[in-house]
């Protein structure tokens, strides 16, 4: 049985878990063999970018209002 | 307002190309459409309604192959061209094109009301369709035939809304209303949310990228065509998401 | 260990536990929320595997997910640079679709199951597929390739997989071949242009193919080329899938091949337009064949290994399997019943357990039936409401009913057990019809499928009879257990088996051992007895833009919608009133 939680709660969990991804994503590009380390500053911007993009998607009836934000 | 929506309708039917484009995605809708009502078919517990459903899905099919042939037939006679590309979906939604049926969360009655304000929406559409086709009669013939079946359903929707739910019939066909309403009403703001979103990320696009973008292409240049050797370390940790 | 094995987001979403080493459930999302090839996150798809076990959330031991989303992000954004400015309008759609949703797996399973975060793990697209090929096969050591339109960067990987009974299972991918070059995406592109859509019209491609000449190789090998190393490469000026969100081939594309099928203009084999159409099919399909074998030549060279796993959507080109099989030197080739996508839930969920984990390795029982059992009673409530009449009949009275049906040119919905994993119906959830004549295809088409005529129906026959009608190559047999491969018709049996026999001659037969599907198999010889072909038409269970059924009530309405005149569901059989009425018709003589 799997405890449903509701649709706000659920984005801000994945809200809450984008530092941690971005923060892998940094890493394997720093690491990453084929000399790509120039990407991570549009990366991270993006994955900043990204966090508005969830928050739209957590607040659908709001989501133009978000967007405001930039 | 009527005269006004006379003369979209008007417009919108007026050309031949984008009349075969419409058709064909009419057809898609009510495709899309039957198989809502065949889903709710197998979720009811309702025996009477089990069999309206399926007599109902069976109708939707039946108008999604009448919409096809006639889209066909009315491109088969335009010379070769671009097909359309969705440049007047909204123009033309269709029965349910604005709303989104999540049949397994509906109970028989709540699915009833909605499903009368679709058919009854979607029986006014087509009548204004019927009026302003009169220099298409072939189109027209569809629409008639198809209308024909709406009012059916129109009816049987009602007549069963009244026999699961004889107390509260008027209190759901309001509450079908305003989530219809609400849908549309979220369909507006995610559209217009995604106008901005795009804007936004076309700017970032012309704004951020075009130093990386030289970066990735001289990247590229360097990289082999062919085979790419994969390093050990690779077929090992799962516990990254790079 | 308990593991989770998650795919998702792309098409054809699914999820697969497997527990103590072997898979206990395993389904496609699209089965249970009726949606054809749903990506979504498969929460229908979870909750049903968790409940089958038993078990919660917390009970899991790890979640693994079949591709590493940054990884992904990574080739996305960077195909998106390297295509500026002509990427501006997929910049945006892929950041608002990746950046939006797809790209935070670990907080989306976190939030959808509650489970800890240390316990989510992710394998490489390919790993997955690979692991789906080689983990569940019979076989110890093997060679595996794995190639489709693209995971991470990887569109196609080569490597091996060995499993010795005393030591560490171990599957290492040696080399791959990245993203824009690919396989599934030069296939796809035929598949958009000849008006079908990507991702499930490539089976319409490959049936039209046999309608043509290959006559335009030379210019399909213009835009696929091989590398000197033995790869491939397409020319990208012909494609646009990197740059467009929209569109797969460029003007250029079309300069070459001419204009492009509408999706809804009808395929007329009998005009010149509808003859370049299949000669185009042709084209692509030989050179994809001739690329393939080429690759399968060089791997055998390299391990020296009897056998080979191929896994991937590739996969599902029968065609080029069979040409695989005869031509590479591998003696045996393993596609599992899930080749695709929806497979690498199982693959992570494997990979995971046996690698990550070192679980010692287990034999993965060799069938696709990891879905959801029947519950016949759902038939007899059904029939009772509607006032149909059921028959509970006990095994051979209902295998000698059916046979009857089937001679007498009845279409039987046949639902048994649980629920094939996978594209195919392998026998318990299938439309079964006798195999004779054009009449039936004919009718299967018009009245139950409503597909174009140029797809052809598969036959199953029994292993025991199966190389009486079937030219198979030594290991056709086990090609043909999940319908993997396509192998000619004996000459003398076309014109008796003219329904399932495709116009080259061939078909994409199924290779039932009894074990797989007792009852099915039961039928087939019973109705051997009778007509003295031992081969029915087999069909999936469902009709044009609905996934196949699942429960009985899917199967019920599907029946009444539809030209099928008997459902068989286990034990129980209904019949419509017209079939019940109608004066018995011989048919097999």
């Given at each position: 049985?799997?405890?449903?939680?509701?649709?706000?709660?659920?984005?801000?969990?994945?809200?809450?878990?984008?530092?941690?991804?971005?923060?892998?994503?940094?890493?394997?590009?720093?690491?990453?063999?084929?000399?790509?380390?120039?990407?991570?500053?549009?990366?991270?911007?993006?994955?900043?970018?990204?966090?508005?993009?969830?928050?739209?998607?957590?607040?659908?009836?709001?989501?133009?209002?978000?967007?405001?934000?930039? | 307002?009527?005269?006004?929506?006379?003369?979209?309708?008007?417009?919108?039917?007026?050309?031949a190309r984008r009349r075969a484009t419409n058709l064909l995605r009419f057809a898609e809708v009510e495709a899309d459409g039957g198989r809502d009502i065949v889903r709710a078919a197998e979720q009811t517990r309702d025996p009477v309604l089990r069999k309206l459903f399926l007599v109902h899905a069976l109708d939707e099919q039946r108008h999604a192959e009448l919409f096809r042939e006639r889209g066909r037939a009315l491109m088969a006679q335009l010379p070769p061209g671009p097909d359309g590309g969705g440049r007047t979906q909204w123009l033309a939604p269709g029965e349910r094109g604005l709303d989104d049926l999540r049949v397994e969360q509906e109970r028989d009655g709540s699915l009833l009301a909605f499903l009368h304000l679709s058919e009854k929406t979607a029986a006014r559409d087509f009548a204004h369709y019927v009026d302003v086709l009169g220099h298409d009669p072939a189109t027209r013939e569809v629409f008639e035939?198809?209308?024909?079946?709406?009012?059916?359903?129109?009816?049987?929707?009602?007549?069963?809304?009244?026999?699961?739910?004889?107390?509260?019939?008027?209190?759901?066909?309001?509450?079908?209303?305003?989530?219809?309403?609400?849908?549309?009403?979220?369909?507006?703001?995610?559209?217009?949310?995604?106008?901005?979103?795009?804007?936004?990320?076309?700017?970032?696009?012309?704004?951020?990228?075009?130093?990386?973008?030289?970066?990735?292409?001289?990247?590229?240049?360097?990289?082999?065509?062919?085979?790419?050797?994969?390093?050990?370390?690779?077929?090992?940790?799962?516990?990254?998401?790079? | 260990?308990?593991?989770?094995?998650?795919?998702?987001?792309?098409?054809?979403?699914?999820?697969?536990?497997?527990?103590?080493?072997?898979?206990?459930?395993?389904?496609?999302?699209?089965?249970?929320?009726?949606?054809?090839?749903?990506?979504?996150?498969?929460?229908?798809?979870?909750?049903?595997?968790?409940?089958?076990?038993?078990?919660?959330?917390?009970?899991?031991?790890?979640?693994?997910?079949?591709?590493?989303?940054?990884?992904?992000?990574?080739?996305?954004?960077?195909?998106?640079?390297?295509?500026?400015?002509?990427?501006?309008?997929?910049?945006?759609?892929?950041?608002?679709?990746?950046?939006?949703?797809?790209?935070?797996?670990?907080?989306?399973?976190?939030?959808?199951?509650?489970?800890?975060?240390?316990?989510?793990?992710?394998?490489?697209?390919?790993?997955?597929?690979?692991?789906?090929?080689?983990?569940?096969?019979?076989?110890?050591?093997?060679?595996?390739?794995?190639?489709?339109?693209?995971?991470?960067?990887?569109?196609?990987?080569?490597?091996?997989?060995?499993?010795?009974?005393?030591?560490?299972?171990?599957?290492?991918?040696?080399?791959?071949?990245?993203?824009?070059?690919?396989?599934?995406?030069?296939?796809?592109?035929?598949?958009?242009?000849?008006?079908?859509?990507?991702?499930?019209?490539?089976?319409?491609?490959?049936?039209?193919?046999?309608?043509?000449?290959?006559?335009?190789?030379?210019?399909?090998?213009?835009?696929?080329?091989?590398?000197?190393?033995?790869?491939?490469?397409?020319?990208?000026?012909?494609?646009?899938?990197?740059?467009?969100?929209?569109?797969?081939?460029?003007?250029?594309?079309?300069?070459?091949?001419?204009?492009?099928?509408?999706?809804?203009?009808?395929?007329?084999?009998?005009?010149?337009?509808?003859?370049?159409?299949?000669?185009?099919?042709?084209?692509?399909?030989?050179?994809?064949?001739?690329?393939?074998?080429?690759?399968?030549?060089?791997?055998?060279?390299?391990?020296?290994?009897?056998?080979?796993?191929?896994?991937?959507?590739?996969?599902?080109?029968?065609?080029?399997?069979?040409?695989?099989?005869?031509?590479?030197?591998?003696?045996?080739?393993?596609?599992?019943?899930?080749?695709?996508?929806?497979?690498?839930?199982?693959?992570?969920?494997?990979?995971?357990?046996?690698?990550?984990?070192?679980?010692?390795?287990?034999?993965?029982?060799?069938?696709?039936?990891?879905?959801?059992?029947?519950?016949?009673?759902?038939?007899?409530?059904?029939?009772?409401?509607?006032?149909?009449?059921?028959?509970?009949?006990?095994?051979?009275?209902?295998?000698?009913?059916?046979?009857?049906?089937?001679?007498?040119?009845?279409?039987?919905?046949?639902?048994?057990?649980?629920?094939?994993?996978?594209?195919?119906?392998?026998?318990?959830?299938?439309?079964?019809?006798?195999?004779?004549?054009?009449?039936?295809?004919?009718?299967?088409?018009?009245?139950?499928?409503?597909?174009?005529?140029?797809?052809?129906?598969?036959?199953?026959?029994?292993?025991?009879?199966?190389?009486?009608?079937?030219?198979?190559?030594?290991?056709?047999?086990?090609?043909?257990?999940?319908?993997?491969?396509?192998?000619?018709?004996?000459?003398?049996?076309?014109?008796?088996?003219?329904?399932?026999?495709?116009?080259?001659?061939?078909?994409?037969?199924?290779?039932?051992?009894?074990?797989?599907?007792?009852?099915?198999?039961?039928?087939?010889?019973?109705?051997?007895?009778?007509?003295?072909?031992?081969?029915?038409?087999?069909?999936?269970?469902?009709?044009?833009?609905?996934?196949?059924v699942n429960r009985v009530v899917e199967g019920y309405s599907t029946f009444r919608r539809s030209g099928i005149d008997v459902l068989v569901a286990g034990r129980s059989r209904i019949v419509k009133r017209a079939v019940a009425q109608a004066a018995p018709r011989e048919e097999v003589a």
């Amino acid at each position: 049985m799997i405890r449903h939680r509701g649709r706000f709660h659920r984005q801000m969990i994945v809200l809450g878990s984008m530092a941690g991804s971005t923060l892998e994503l940094v890493q394997g590009l720093w690491r990453h063999g084929s000399g790509r380390r120039w990407l991570i500053p549009l990366a991270v911007f993006l994955c900043l970018t990204g966090a508005i993009l969830v928050l739209a998607v957590s607040v659908e009836a709001l989501a133009p209002f978000v967007y405001a934000i930039f | 307002m009527r005269s006004l929506l006379s003369l979209v309708h008007w417009w919108v039917w007026r050309d031949a190309r984008r009349r075969a484009t419409n058709l064909l995605r009419f057809a898609e809708v009510e495709a899309d459409g039957g198989r809502d009502i065949v889903r709710a078919a197998e979720q009811t517990r309702d025996p009477v309604l089990r069999k309206l459903f399926l007599v109902h899905a069976l109708d939707e099919q039946r108008h999604a192959e009448l919409f096809r042939e006639r889209g066909r037939a009315l491109m088969a006679q335009l010379p070769p061209g671009p097909d359309g590309g969705g440049r007047t979906q909204w123009l033309a939604p269709g029965e349910r094109g604005l709303d989104d049926l999540r049949v397994e969360q509906e109970r028989d009655g709540s699915l009833l009301a909605f499903l009368h304000l679709s058919e009854k929406t979607a029986a006014r559409d087509f009548a204004h369709y019927v009026d302003v086709l009169g220099h298409d009669p072939a189109t027209r013939e569809v629409f008639e035939k198809v209308a024909h079946d709406e009012a059916f359903h129109m009816t049987y929707t009602h007549a069963q809304l009244l026999r699961v739910s004889p107390e509260g019939h008027g209190r759901l066909l309001w509450m079908a209303r305003l989530r219809r309403l609400w849908s549309l009403y979220l369909r507006f703001a995610g559209a217009l949310a995604g106008l901005i979103g795009a804007v936004i990320l076309t700017l970032q696009y012309f704004i951020l990228v075009p130093p990386f973008a030289l970066l990735a292409r001289r990247a590229q240049a360097r990289e082999p065509l062919g085979w790419v050797a994969i390093p050990e370390q690779r077929n090992g940790a799962l516990t990254r998401q790079y | 260990m308990k593991i989770l094995g998650v795919s998702a987001h792309y098409h054809d979403a699914a999820a697969a536990l497997v527990v103590d080493g072997l898979p206990v459930a395993a389904v496609q999302e699209e089965r249970l929320s009726r949606r054809k090839n749903d990506a979504a996150f498969p929460m229908g798809a979870i909750e049903w595997c968790l409940d089958q076990a038993g078990l919660r959330p917390e009970d899991l031991d790890a979640v693994v997910f079949y591709e590493r989303p940054m990884l992904k992000f990574d080739r996305i954004l960077t195909s998106a640079l390297r295509a500026f400015p002509h990427s501006r309008r997929a910049f945006a759609h892929a950041m608002k679709n990746t950046l939006g949703e797809k790209a935070w797996v670990r907080g989306l399973i976190t939030a959808q199951l509650g489970v800890r975060r240390d316990k989510i793990l992710f394998t490489e697209h390919h790993q997955s597929h690979a692991a789906a090929a080689f983990l569940t096969a019979p076989t110890r050591r093997a060679a595996i390739l794995t190639t489709d339109g693209v995971g991470e960067w990887a569109t196609t990987t080569v490597g091996r997989g060995e499993r010795p009974a005393d030591g560490p299972t171990r599957i290492i991918l040696d080399r791959e071949v990245r993203f824009p070059h690919s396989l599934g995406m030069f296939y796809s592109t035929f598949t958009a242009y000849l008006g079908f859509a990507i991702n499930e019209g490539e089976y319409k491609v490959m049936g039209l193919a046999a309608y043509g000449r290959p006559s335009m190789v030379d210019q399909v090998r213009k835009v696929l080329r091989r590398t000197p190393d033995g790869a491939f490469a397409l020319d990208l000026d012909y494609f646009e899938f990197h740059t467009s969100v929209t569109r797969s081939f460029s003007r250029r594309f079309v300069d070459l091949f001419g204009p492009p099928r509408l999706a809804h203009e009808p395929i007329d084999l009998e005009t010149a337009e509808g003859r370049r159409f299949a000669d185009i099919a042709a084209s692509a399909q030989q050179v994809l064949e001739e690329v393939l074998v080429d690759l399968t030549r060089r791997l055998k060279r390299e391990t020296g290994l009897p056998d080979l796993c191929l896994g991937g959507g590739v996969a599902l080109n029968g065609v080029a399997n069979t040409r695989i099989l005869a031509e590479s030197g591998f003696e045996r080739l393993f596609v599992p019943s899930a080749p695709g996508d929806a497979g690498s839930a199982l693959g992570a969920a494997l990979y995971a357990d046996r690698i990550h984990f070192g679980n010692p390795d287990r034999d993965i029982p060799d069938h696709p039936f990891w879905g959801p059992e029947l519950d016949e009673a759902d038939l007899a409530r059904l029939a009772g409401e509607d006032g149909l009449p059921l028959q509970i009949l006990d095994e051979p009275a209902l295998i000698d009913l059916s046979v009857e049906d089937l001679a007498h040119g009845r279409v039987v919905g046949w639902m048994d057990g649980a629920l094939e994993f996978g594209p195919r119906a392998l026998g318990h959830r299938s439309i079964l019809t006798a195999p004779h004549d054009l009449a039936m295809r004919d009718r299967l088409n018009r009245d139950i499928k409503y597909r174009e005529e140029f797809r052809p129906f598969a036959p199953v026959v029994p292993i025991e009879a199966a190389d009486r009608f079937f030219v198979l190559p030594p290991g056709g047999a086990r090609l043909a257990r999940f319908m993997s491969g396509v192998f000619p018709v004996r000459a003398e049996w076309r014109e008796r088996l003219a329904a399932v026999t495709h116009v080259d001659g061939t078909a994409r037969v199924q290779v039932l051992e009894r074990d797989m599907a007792p009852r099915l198999h039961d039928l087939l010889l019973a109705y051997g007895r009778r007509s003295g072909v031992p081969v029915l038409l087999n069909t999936s269970f469902n009709l044009a833009g609905e996934p196949i059924v699942n429960r009985v009530v899917e199967g019920y309405s599907t029946f009444r919608r539809s030209g099928i005149d008997v459902l068989v569901a286990g034990r129980s059989r209904i019949v419509k009133r017209a079939v019940a009425q109608a004066a018995p018709r011989e048919e097999v003589a």
